[in-house]
């Protein structure tokens, strides 16, 4: 249940931080029968765009969204499969859903990559200084670096 919760609110067009507004534990909220929770919820009548996504969340059909995450062998990954990042989760408000594709395993193996960069690729002046602080500081480790649109990884 929590998977598909994830994906429909992430295809909904919810943030992570739209999600955690909502659900006060949203980890513990998405593995369970959200919809009634969505529809009652003071935001969602509160704020425009919040019910715009609920009415695209009540539309989407699962099985779709998974035949086409399959179909380009993207994995989506949920804050509470084993194989998420640990340190990852360690972060304030951290990413309930990873979309992968690649060696998974490779995740918890800090003493491979001590240093993932995940971000956006039209990032602002500050995150480019803090990214070229990082990558200074550790120039000789092994780094893994995604900066990806989510459109891209369905080509």
């Known amino acids: 249940m929590y998977l598909k919760n994830s994906l429909k609110m992430h295809y909904a067009g919810f943030t992570t931080n739209q999600i955690y507004q909502l659900f006060t534990s949203p980890v513990k909220s998405l593995q369970f029968e959200i919809t ?10 509160q704020k425009s765009h919040f019910y715009k996504k609920f009415l695209a969340f009540q539309s989407l059909d699962i099985d779709i ?9 993207i994995v989506p990954l949920p804050i509470i499969d084993a ?11 951290p990413p309930l859903l990873l979309y992968c594709k690649g060696n ?28 070229e602080y990082l990558l ?3 120039k000789h480790q092994p780094i ?11 080509h």
Not at 112 to 126: C, K
């Open 36 to 45: 009634p929770i969505l529809k009652n919820h003071p935001l969602i009548h």
């Open 136 to 138: 200074h500081q550790m």
């Open 104 to 131: 998974l395993n490779l995740f918890n193996d800090a003493c491979y990559y001590p240093l993932a960069v995940v971000g956006a690729r039209d990032f602002t002046a500050y995150g480019e200084r803090a990214v």
């Open 83 to 93: 194989r998420f990042p640990s340190l990852l989760k360690e972060i304030y408000h």
């Open 144 to 154: 893994v670096l995604c900066l990806v649109w989510q459109k891209e990884l369905m």
């Open 65 to 73: 969204i998974q035949s086409q995450l399959e179909a380009h062998r």
